[in-house]
């Protein structure tokens, strides 16, 4: 079984909903059987890179709260973060653009690494001082060699503009397709969409729900035509 996690690096719940997924993902019976695949969404595509600054003021602006409401959303987000395990600073961070982690995940993707470097970023934005959006392409070549990535092709990688992006472009109009407006959003086996940091429970009843109804292979074919299997293949008879 397949499950797709479109998501964003600035999405707080998306950092939230991946653990309270991997916590149900754990107690899954077949959960050796899971493929997890993480998918490109950009919360703000038109965002200029060189764009980057204090998450607090950005949230008062887009919601129309004050700086004090909008810390109080922040300690709320953080208090359920930190009930999942994960650490997460309420004060100091800060926001901008994520084109070019998504572009980075598609490559690590290549590598058998994207789900460590999804964690990573994760991680370096919410519970770091250290920012991933004002330090430059090499604190994300940093990061992407933490997940096990070579360093120079990372920086080769980040170096041009065109790479990965069609991928990550593809991600985004699919999500637009699946009627994904907001992440994170889960879809399992193509068949069920889970959408924003649900509990661990709504997961686990997702995960066996889509599991129960995988549809069987209809095989069609004729007994008699030769194959090859575990001991051997058939020798044709004359």
Same mark, same amino acid.
């Given at each position: 079984? @397949? ?28 959960? /050796? ?12 595509? $038109? ?5 980057? #600054? ?11 709260? $004050? ?13 359920? =973060? ?44 919410? =519970?770091?001082? @250290? ?5 430059? /392409? ?12 070579? =360093? ?6 980040? %170096? ?8 990550? @472009?593809?991600?985004?109009?699919? %999500? ?35 599991? #129960? ?10 007994? $008699? %035509? ?13």
């Amino acid at each position: 079984m @397949r499950v797709e996690i479109w998501s964003d690096i600035a999405c707080p719940w998306c950092y939230v909903g991946k653990a309270r997924f991997e916590k149900a993902l754990e107690a899954f019976p077949h959960r /050796d059987q899971v493929e997890v695949v993480h998918r490109s969404f950009e919360l703000d595509p $038109s965002r200029s890179k060189a764009d980057a #600054g204090p998450v607090l003021p950005m949230l008062a602006a887009k919601y129309g709260l $004050s700086e004090d409401q909008a810390q109080a959303a922040e300690d709320n987000v953080g208090a359920q =973060a930190n009930a999942e395990g994960l650490e997460y600073r309420t004060r100091g961070r800060d926001h901008g653009n994520t084109f070019d982690m998504h572009r980075l995940l598609h490559f690590a993707k290549e590598h058998g690494r994207q789900d460590e470097l999804v964690q990573i970023l994760y991680r370096a934005n919410f =519970a770091e001082e @250290r920012s991933v959006f004002t330090e430059g /392409d090499e604190r994300l070549v940093e990061l992407a060699v933490e997940a096990g990535l070579d =360093a120079g092709l990372a920086r080769k990688v980040l %170096a041009d503009p065109a790479a990965y992006a069609d991928e990550v @472009r593809a991600d985004e109009r699919e %999500a637009a397709e699946l009627g994904a407006n907001g992440v994170p959003f889960f879809v399992l086996d193509r068949k069920y969409g889970v959408s924003g940091a649900q509990p661990a429970e709504l997961f686990t009843q997702a995960l066996t729900q889509a599991w #129960g109804e995988r549809s069987p292979l209809t095989l069609i074919q004729d007994d $008699s %035509a030769e194959a090859c299997g575990p001991d051997g293949c058939a020798v044709p008879q004359a």
